[in-house]
């Protein structure tokens, strides 16, 4: 207990970098659609969002990144101030600090949406018409469209996930700093404390067995005490 007291006691603030508060804010919502209503969209439409999830996934690519690097800081600074703290005594249990997994901190892929055509088959193919060639467009725009929007959900469920899980290893620490603030301000006094209740208790009870009845109710019930003795007999002596 003492060595695990002692862990966590080295791992506040002091000497745990955290990651910036900016990075752990929760992301903007994508606006990106624009309510094609049919499959026959205009490219127009469907180019305006693949622009847009390209740029969003961008943005939480370069985002999730950052945040990756600085946490990774954090799990070094841990687990070099306090392993004990991270490590668990018996299996199942949890760690006093718990940190995000790995997985969370692996670098996402660098993702390529770009439609390719096959070479071979374009050269073969005779000259499309100009409603096959829209056709071709807007299947192009489409796909791309699509795959960049699914690396945008992914990109912010990875990015979120890790705000989550850091957010513990946050609160841990950040609570590891108020049990010290509380420990340099007095857990010697509180210590006392119960004593020194214990022995007022103690005093009342004694002044209170010591005491006389001073009140009586019509059952015979003693309703009240006199805190001193000797004023009640000197009461008494003069009522005679």
Not at 35 to 44: E, G, K, R, V
Not at 180 to 204: C, H, L, M, T
Not at 206 to 211: G, L, N, P
Request: net charge neutral; glycine share 4%; aromatic share 2%.
């Amino acid at each position: 207990m003492l060595a695990a007291a002692e862990a966590m006691a080295q791992c506040t603030t002091k000497s745990i970098p955290l990651p910036n508060a900016a990075l752990l804010a929760p992301p903007p919502e994508s606006g990106c659609a624009f309510q094609i209503a049919t499959l026959n969209a205009a490219p127009s439409q469907l180019d305006y969002e693949r622009q847009c999830h390209r740029d969003a996934g961008v943005i939480l690519r370069d985002r999730l990144l950052r945040l990756q690097a600085s946490v990774g800081e954090t799990v070094k600074a841990i687990n070099r101030a306090c392993p004990a703290a991270v490590s668990t005594a018996r299996p199942g249990s949890r760690p006093s600090i718990p940190l995000p997994h790995r997985t969370l901190l692996t670098p996402p892929p660098d993702v390529d949406c770009t439609f390719k055509d096959s070479s071979d088959a374009a050269d073969s193919a005779p000259s499309p018409t100009p409603a096959q060639a829209v056709a071709a467009v807007r299947m192009k725009l489409d796909y791309e469209r699509q795959c960049y929007r699914h690396n945008e959900i992914i990109l912010l469920n990875g990015l979120e996930q890790l705000q989550a899980a850091v957010g513990e290893t946050i609160k841990a620490v950040t609570g590891n700093d108020r049990s010290a603030a509380s420990a340099a301000k007095g857990i010697p006094a509180a210590k006392q404390q119960p004593a020194a209740k214990e022995e007022r208790s103690n005093d009342r009870a004694s002044r209170t067995q010591e005491a006389p009845c001073a009140a009586l109710s019509p059952q015979g019930r003693c309703i009240g005490r006199d805190p001193d003795a000797r004023v009640r007999s000197m009461m008494s002596h003069d009522s005679e």
